[in-house]
């Protein structure tokens, strides 16, 4: 067998901060493709996501690896053909590294994060005091311990609300969009079970019990392959809700209630409410999912 790099060969373009490298063989003789394709595996040429082989002319540092390849025949040598290798930046963090893109299992992620205002009737003054009553009120799965409207259940803090109206308040909330690369088309049997579901392990760096799935799209990108978008809502407070106690008429239950000194004081007691009781394992909801932080 005959494997030469090509003397053109190690070509490198850098643009918009875009860097791409280039390597040329010339290869003979091999029958067909197949023989050609069995060089990668064997790694006799370069193979996904193998290193440029050398480093450090970048600033800052590029971390070139194989991304993609061509194969054509030569027109001018029976069994030779020109294999074409080109290198992509890799970066420092990707969430499947052992992948490329439009690979099935390639995942990639899209996230934001906003402030939202929330109608409240308590509030602390640090995150530890906050998070002292949660250790008290909550089970190990951030869910109340007592009925909503008893006073075990009173959540404590400084009462901000206004004869019962409550006060608006910023609370940080967070989106993520995981794009996944999938060879087959979504079930909805398969995600109907984690819809509303909190996460019952650490998922994306995100703490247990802070991630709720709130729904998947599937279409298909290319002959054999489906783009799948999974949504998920974060608040790094377990999604808990205040909820004051209430007379039947629906009125809030005041700390102060007289003839007298009706519509003055404050919410006599507040209750978390969790909506989104029930956790799911979020890895198992494809095998692509099981290998992500």
């Known amino acids: 067998m005959a494997i030469t790099e090509l003397p053109n060969s190690r070509r490198i373009t850098y643009g918009s901060g875009q860097p791409i490298g280039v390597r040329e063989y010339h290869v003979y003789p091999y029958a067909t493709e197949a023989d050609v394709l069995a060089l990668f595996a064997a790694g006799i040429l370069p193979g996904k996501l193998e290193r440029w082989p050398s480093a450090g002319y970048f600033t800052p540092e590029v971390d070139l690896r194989v991304f993609d390849y061509e194969i054509l025949r030569d027109t001018n040598v029976q069994e030779a053909w020109i294999v074409r290798i080109t290198y992509r930046e890799l970066g ?3 969430l499947t590294p052992n992948l490329t893109p439009n690979e099935a299992g ?4 899209r996230t934001s994060m906003e402030a939202s205002f929330e109608d409240a009737w308590r509030q602390w003054d640090t995150q530890e005091a906050l998070n002292a009553v949660a250790a008290v009120k909550l089970d190990t799965f951030f ?5 909503v409207g008893t006073q075990d259940s009173d959540i404590e803090g400084t009462r901000i609300d206004v004869a019962g109206n409550p006060t608006s308040v910023i609370r940080h909330m967070q989106r993520i969009q995981l794009e ?13 079970g984690y819809l509303g579901t909190r996460n019952l392990s650490t998922f994306l760096d995100c703490p247990r019990g802070t991630i709720v799935f709130t729904g998947v799209e599937g279409a298909i990108s290319s ?14 407070f377990y999604h808990l809700k205040q909820v004051p106690k209430r007379h039947p008429n629906g009125s809030v239950v005041l700390d ?16 978390w409410v969790q909506p989104f009781s029930i956790g799911t394992e979020f890895r198992d909801m494809t095998t692509y999912f099981a290998s992500l932080p």
């Open 92 to 94: 420092p963090d990707p």
């Open 106 to 109: 390639y995942i990639s992620m």
């Open 143 to 147: 869910r109340p311990i007592y009925a």
């Open 180 to 192: 996944l690369v999938s060879p087959f088309r979504p079930s909805p049997n398969i995600y109907r």
């Open 223 to 236: 002959p054999g392959k489906w783009a799948l978008t999974f949504n998920f809502d974060v608040d790094y």
């Open 256 to 271: 102060v209630g007289s003839a007298e000194s009706e519509g003055t004081g404050h919410a006599k007691i507040v209750s």
